[in-house]
């Protein structure tokens, strides 16, 4: 009898710590009202409005469209080539993440869901198209939501790492004319933090049940502190959510299993943003305007990191406005800077689009019929919610 085993739900140790909120708190639980939805996809346009202004002030314009019509389009064709790289490595991890959950899972059928997915990320706002892989993708690949979602996290935490490792070595081993030693620095801390939490992570799943038991020691006496005034019931629920958060972490490294299994993840996680780094270096390279092409590297953590804040979908303006500074400050010309921001963003967002497309084009001659799109945003949001607050399967099916 072979060791390998069948995982259909992640364990909830503590579940009911999560869930077991009082009745006088239950409007406190409740997902955000339409209202509180359309202000924080109006602060995001706001916010990309307002970084979009400041990148294009007293910008010349026809200059930097003729910065940007002298990029060689060779180089630009071998960055999408780079970017679908990345992307399909990126969905064969996914795969390989849905395996213990769904060992019969076909693999093109997982990428066409996965592009989908990322193809949404463009056009919905705060990156739903992740957790509609989570939601409506997990009933089409027969797969429980909360399978879907546990893999989800777990991506964005290596993602996140791994993108942390790539900017702290570009900023030590990019060549600096100024604050050498500050760059250095800061490079050492932020690569060798990344790397520690990295290490520590795949071990993690050992450490679960002493982790939880201090977790949830520490958060009873922080409550019991405070528990008097108007304000317990939202302490009452930010210790809800931090338990959640933390269970949901844990679930993700018990999906993943062993440390090499970990490991074989990390390591495609590292191939897929070399290769979106590699298409940001293509991109400068064929921009004769730049004076230093290599400033690229570091340019693309910092965009991956700027998608974390609000903005509209496929973040226009708040990309492009922190490319741009990172382009300047290793001594490339402003005009230049903001002409590669745009091209290297144009790049990015065209080869998940045109990914997506095809995955649903291939899924309709299957006469496979995707939900409609209303549908998405519905189950995006409200998988959005239960991710927030660690509800147990927002989809679970009959």
Known sequence: ???????????????????????????????????????????????????????????????????????????????????????????????????????????????????????????????????????????????????????????????????????????????????????????????GGALGVMGFLCFARFFRRPVMAALSWASQRWLQDRSSGNGAGL???????????????????????????????????????GFEAMAFWLVAIGMPALQNATAAWLAMPVAALSTALPGTPGSIGTLDFFVEKVMFVLDNSRNASTAYAFLVHATILAVPLALALAGIFHASLRHEHLPPIKVHQDMAIMGRDALQMGDEDPNKPD
Request: net charge positive; aromatic share 6%; glycine share 8%.
């Open 1 to 191: 009898m072979g060791r390998r085993r069948t995982i259909t739900h992640p364990p909830h140790s503590l579940a009911g710590s999560v869930s077991a909120a009082p009745p006088s708190e239950a409007a406190l639980c409740e997902g955000p009202t339409q209202r509180q939805k359309l202000f924080k996809v109006g602060l995001g346009f706001v916010v990309s409005g307002v970084f979009l202004a400041l990148l294009l002030h007293h910008m010349d314009m026809k200059r930097m469209l003729r910065t940007m019509g002298s990029e060689h389009w060779h180089d630009m064709a071998l960055a999408a080539l780079c970017m679908v790289a990345s992307l399909s490595i990126r969905a064969g991890r996914w795969h390989s993440m849905l395996k213990p959950f769904a060992p019969t899972l076909p693999l093109l059928k997982c990428a066409e869901s996965f592009f989908i997915g990322m193809g949404a990320n463009v056009v919905l706002p705060f990156r739903l198209g992740d957790v509609l892989r989570g939601t409506v993708m997990a009933s089409r690949l027969k797969v429980k939501a909360v399978a879907c979602m546990t893999t989800v996290i777990l991506e964005k935490l290596l993602d996140l790492l791994v993108v942390l490792l790539i900017g702290g070595l570009a900023l030590m081993l990019l060549p600096k004319e100024s604050h050498a030693k500050l760059f250095d620095a800061s490079g050492f801390l932020i690569a």
């Open 235 to 273: 302490l009452t629920q930010l210790e809800g959510r931090l338990v959640a958060a933390a269970v949901h972490v844990f679930d993700a490294l018990d999906a993943v299993g062993q440390p090499i299994r970990f490991m074989k993840l990390l390591v495609l996680t590292v191939l897929s943003w």
